[in-house]
């Protein structure tokens, strides 16, 4: 079984500075791993994902994400926030020849830029 | 192109009511999925269906129902409501040769009184 843990539930940064919002997971076998935005009063929104292949990945709205197997870790960056990158932000993850419906999230943390 | 509606947006039950939420997506996407969120706890699935007229279980699917009777439908029905089901519900679908890609709806805020 998979499990994900957002180290932050809250975020608080200025606009302009640079985000790292936290991400572990735990399985023993090999996963896909996501960041969704929930913007307010709106569904999810995929930002990016990792299914193979560089450890880098970039999505919209100038993140980026990087898995790092060893630490079994996907934290999500942004060198500079907008006011407008108020949101909840989710991992999930699930693993390699699982159907979507496996996807676990995480409970979420919620990025709040100030100006 | 809508993407994927709910109705209704909004809903107070009191204990013992019934109801139903209604999920459709417009996308032609073979995958359907009722998710509730919970303050702390992420999204737990409730049910989901991989095709018009199957449907299964998902993690949290106790006092549940759910069908899908046309492929671009998937209701959620509530037979006698409870304070614990005090939630918002999303729905989301995908297409079957895109599965990591959830497409989500703007969500159902339901709270039981």
């Known amino acids: 079984a998979q499990s994900v843990t957002q180290l932050d539930s809250q975020v608080p940064v200025f606009e302009e500075a640079p985000v790292e919002l936290r991400c572990n997971y735990s399985s023993s076998v090999s996963v896909y791993l996501f960041w969704y935005v929930q913007y307010p009063n709106q569904g999810l929104q995929l930002l990016l994902k990792y299914l193979s292949g560089s450890t880098l990945v970039k999505g919209i709205n100038g993140f980026e994400a990087e898995f790092n197997k060893s630490q079994t870790s996907f934290h999500l960056r942004k060198p500079s926030v907008h006011i407008s990158d108020t949101a909840e932000y989710f991992c999930a993850v699930r693993s390699v020849g699982s159907g979507g419906f496996k996807t676990i999230f995480g409970a979420g943390t919620r990025l709040f830029v100030k100006a | ?113």
């Open chain 2, 1 to 113: 192109n809508a993407g994927v509606t709910q109705t209704p947006k909004f809903r107070v039950l009191k204990t013992g009511q019934s109801m139903t939420l209604l999920c459709a997506q417009d996308m032609n996407h073979e995958y359907m999925y009722w998710y509730r969120q919970d303050p702390g706890m992420g999204l737990r699935l409730i049910h989901y269906s991989v095709g018009e007229g199957t449907t299964a279980k998902g993690e949290v699917p106790d006092g549940y129902n759910v069908s899908r009777l046309k492929k671009q439908n998937f209701l959620l029905g509530l037979e006698s409501a409870a304070p614990s089901q005090t939630s918002v519900y999303f729905c989301a679908s995908t297409d079957a040769g895109d599965p990591d890609t959830q497409y989500f709806g703007p969500g159902t805020r339901l709270t039981v009184l």
